[in-house]
């Protein structure tokens, strides 16, 4: 059960599916609110020395969501930070509740379109590397948009926006959000 009461530390988290631009933007915000900016996915490589990929591959996606879970608490107790998520964060009760602990949180909402057109760039994401991608997103998606809607703060539909334009409405978002706090 998710508390009601929260103590608010001046953190930001990024939450939502796979593509939906939650590493460039939460790197843009950090910069314009001269905050620091974490990855989640990077900090798990840097803990296990191995690709996201090796590891899935490697230990099972297990494995993952336990070091994605420890490097998301290890987080919890420090301020100023933007932190992107990596999207199937959501799907452990734990990781939700650690993330309304650290602070504000934004989910980046996208259509399965965007969706498929980002994560086609490269192969990076082990959870698509299906037979039918937009099958899987369209799958997860179904699994996890309840999800993401319970842990934000706020959704920011993301399909028709510019990475400007999505970074400046957060940024305006979080200042007030963190005025309401002081
Ligand atoms: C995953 C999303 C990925 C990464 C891993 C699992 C998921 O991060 O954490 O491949 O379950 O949706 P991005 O959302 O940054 O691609």
New binding site residues.
Partial sequence: MIQNFRHTPMNLSLI?????G??TIASRLADNLGFDFVD??ALIEKTALKS?NEI?NDEGEGV?RKL?SQVLEDLVGREGLVI??????V?NKRNIQSLRELGIVFWLDADVDSILER?SRNN????LQTKDPRKTIVN?LSQRSALYNQCCDERIPTDDLSVEEISFGIAESARLWFSKMS
């Fill in positions: 939502g599916f796979m593509g939906s939650k590493s989640t996915d996201i899935f993952f994605e992107a998520t990596g999207g199937g964060i799907t994560v990076e994401r082990p959870l997860l």
